[in-house]
């Protein structure tokens, strides 16, 4: 089989001559609008059957090479078509909206947020307001709450007990510890560092040496069994820095109880990934998330959309390697990172004395 695109004035004679030189039951591939009303003005792509090229053999494979390639190309069409639809009918919704919607609509999607959820906010505040939002500080605040009531936050300030990290090697575990630490300290409360790695010790060095400089209480193993008698022995706020091995963390997982669990995920990390490590059956409503590296990142919508998917609480949000580079998000803070991406570095970071 092979493609075939033809052109004609209109899509009707289009049609009629494609079926009285091909049949009735000619593939229709795709008609599309040239755009040029004053000349030739659709193509109409049909598969036809083709002639085998001199000196090849109709072989079964060669039949089902092409036959594949036809449908591949045919599925392909329909998913742009369907894009393009699907595209044409947002716009036309959006002519509807006040213009500071349109706008802060625009900002979302261009941030990374999820189109179709930010969709489905604005249409919300619209339904809501209507055309209050002409205003464009009231179409913000409406905006803004509709997203609050989307996303949880959670401040990790104000627990007394342990607290685990987990999350894939290189997620900023041992960094956002030695942050967490630092900032348990700096407002009064008793913290201490447990480390577990049964494999690597270089965690246990670093540690060991922030632990050291900072006055902070720190214990290490490579025994799993130890993990919860060291977490028993003392009431300070204790941070667990697990290893970044997946299978590991969910066996010392089953040996603590009434822990608050915190997802440790890089800025950057795909949607597929977020949501991977936020759907363990295993995590309950005592885990959050917290994003790290937010300075090697640009915009930073898809937290939004991950966190409201996830329905994890946002606990934690770091850049950086400086200790100070650590902010416990609050949702007015939240909303400007979804909306200006990075600029939170300069107007809305926490620096720790």
Not at 56 to 70: F, L, M, Q, W
Not at 122 to 136: C, F, K, L, M, P
């Amino acid at each position: 089989m092979k493609v075939k695109t033809y052109v004609f004035e209109d899509v009707k004679e289009g049609m009629e001559l494609i079926k009285a030189e091909y049949g009735s039951d000619t593939m229709i591939l795709d008609i599309r609008n040239t755009g040029r009303p004053s000349r030739k003005s659709c193509e109409i792509s049909i598969a036809v059957e083709g002639e085998d090229e001199p000196g090849t053999t109709d072989t079964g494979g060669n039949v089902r090479k092409r036959s594949e390639a036809i449908w591949n190309y045919a599925l392909r069409l329909v998913n742009e078509r369907l894009t393009g639809i699907e595209s044409d009918l947002m716009k036309e919704r959006m002519r509807e909206y006040p213009l500071p919607l349109r706008v802060l609509l625009d900002k979302l999607t261009k941030s990374g947020f999820d189109r179709h959820l930010a969709m489905s906010i604005i249409s919300e505040v619209y339904s809501d307001i209507g055309g209050t939002a002409e205003d464009s500080v009231k179409a913000n605040l409406f905006v803004k709450k509709a997203i609050e009531r989307q996303i949880k936050i959670r401040d990790v300030t104000d627990g007394d007990g342990p607290m685990v990290l987990l999350g894939p090697s290189g997620a900023g575990k041992t960094h956002t510890t030695k942050k967490l630490a630092k900032t348990f300290a700096a407002r009064g409360k008793a913290v201490s560092i447990l480390a577990y790695d049964a494999f690597s010790k270089r965690s246990q060095d670093d540690l060991m040496s922030f632990a050291g400089k900072n006055n902070i209480p720190f214990s290490f193993t490579t025994n799993e069994e130890d993990i919860g008698f060291i977490v028993e022995k003392d009431r300070t706020r204790k941070i667990i820095d697990l290893t970044g091995d997946y299978v590991v963390q969910k066996r010392v997982l089953d040996k603590l109880r009434n822990v608050e669990k915190i997802i440790v995920l890089p800025a950057g990390a795909r949607d597929e990934k977020i949501r991977g490590y936020c759907s363990d059956p295993g995590q309950d409503e005592m885990t959050g998330i917290a994003f790290t590296k937010l300075d090697e990142e640009e915009t930073l919508g898809h937290l939004g959309h991950n966190l409201i998917y996830s329905r994890r609480s946002l606990c934690i949000l770091t850049m950086g390697i400086q200790i100070e580079d650590i902010l416990m998000p609050d949702h007015e803070s939240f909303y400007k990172i979804l909306l200006e991406g990075n600029t939170w570095k300069k107007e809305g970071r926490r620096t720790l004395q």
